[in-house]
C-alpha cells in the first residue's frame, strides 16, 4: 500500500513538501531566541574566550583607569551576537573595546595575548594615556613603539576574527543540528498521523533530509519538472 502510494506521488511536490518542512523545523530554531536568546547564544564562547585573555576583569584591574570592564565588554558583545549584527562590525566593536582598555597596567597581559613586546606596548599605552587619542600619540611614539603598535593592531584583528569565525560556524553548526531534531521529531509525528505506526523509519529519513534540503528545494523541484518535461518530449 505505502508502495503504491508513494509511487503515484509527484516527485517535484514531494521535494517541495520536504523542503516546507525543513522550512518550519528553521522557524522552530528561530523561535527559541524568544527563550533567553535560544540557539543564539551558541558561539559565543569561543569571543568570551578571547576577550577573556585581552580585557582584565574589574577585581583584577589593579586601580587602572578604563570605562570599560570585562564584564561590561562581554554584554555589549553578546547583545551585538545575538541581535546579529554583521562580523565585521561586531570585530570593529570588539577591537575598539579592546583598545580602550589598553593602559600601563594592562599592556603586560595584552602583550601577552598577541605577542608584542610587552615593554614597547606598555610604553605606546603610557602615551596614549597622556594625548589621549592615537593621531596625538602617534606624533610621539619612537620607530620601535610605533612598530610594536602596529604589529598589536594586526595580531588583534587577527585573533578577533578567528574567534568570530569560529564562533560564527558553531552557531551555524547548532541551529542545523537543532533543526534537524525539530524537523525529525514533526516529520515522525507527520507519518504517524497519516499513516499510523510501522513508519518510523521513513519519518526519520524524512526528517533529515528536510534540513539541508530546504534551502534549495524550489530550484530542485523546478529542475525536476524541467526534466520531466524533457522526457514527455523525448517519448513523443
Known amino acids: 500500500m505505502l508502495d503504491a502510494a508513494l509511487a503515484s506521488v509527484d516527485l517535484s511536490k514531494l521535494v517541495l513538501a520536504i523542503g516546507g518542512l525543513g522550512t ?11 527563550l533567553g536568546g535560544g540557539v543564539s547564544r551558541a558561539g559565543f564562547g569561543d569571543i568570551k574566550k578571547v576577550i577573556s585573555q585581552l580585557i582584565a576583569p574589574a577585581s583584577a ?7 570599560i ?16 549584527m554583521a562580523l565585521s562590525d561586531q570585530k570593529s566593536v570588539a577591537k ?20 608584542v613586546d610587552s615593554d614597547l606596548l606598555r610604553g605606546v ?13 602617534d606624533k610621539t611614539l619612537t620607530d620601535a613603539e610605533s612598530n610594536a603598535y602596529g604589529r598589536f593592531d594586526l ?9 568570530y569565525q569560529r564562533g560564527d560556524q558553531r552557531y551555524r553548526n547548532s541551529a542545523k543540528l537543532l533543526a534537524m531534531v525539530f524537523s525529525v521529531g514533526l516529520a515522525m509525528l507527520g507519518f504517524y498521523y497519516v499513516l499510523g ?3 518510523n523509519m521513513l519519518g526519520f529519513l524524512t526528517g533529515l533530509l528536510a534540513v539541508p534540503l530546504a534551502p534549495v528545494a524550489k530550484d530542485l523541484a523546478s529542475t525536476i519538472q524541467a526534466g520531466a518535461k524533457i522526457a514527455q518530449l523525448w517519448k513523443k
Open 69 to 84: 570592564t570585562r564584564e561590561s565588554a562581554y554584554e555589549t558583545l553578546r547583545a551585538n551576537w545575538m541581535n546579529g
Open 125 to 137: 599605552a603610557e602615551k596614549l594615556k597622556l594625548s589621549g587619542n592615537d593621531k596625538a600619540a
Open 24 to 34: 518550519a523545523a528553521y522557524g522552530l530554531v528561530d523561535a527559541t531566541k524568544a
Open 197 to 199: 505506526s510501522g513508519h
Open 61 to 67: 584591574s589593579g586601580g587602572r583607569a578604563s570605562a
Open 96 to 115: 575598539a573595546l579592546i583598545k580602550l582598555n589598553l593602559t600601563p597596567q594592562s599592556a603586560k597581559d595584552m602583550a601577552s595575548a598577541t605577542g
Open 155 to 163: 595580531l588583534l584583528s587577527a585573533l578577533l576574527d578567528q574567534a
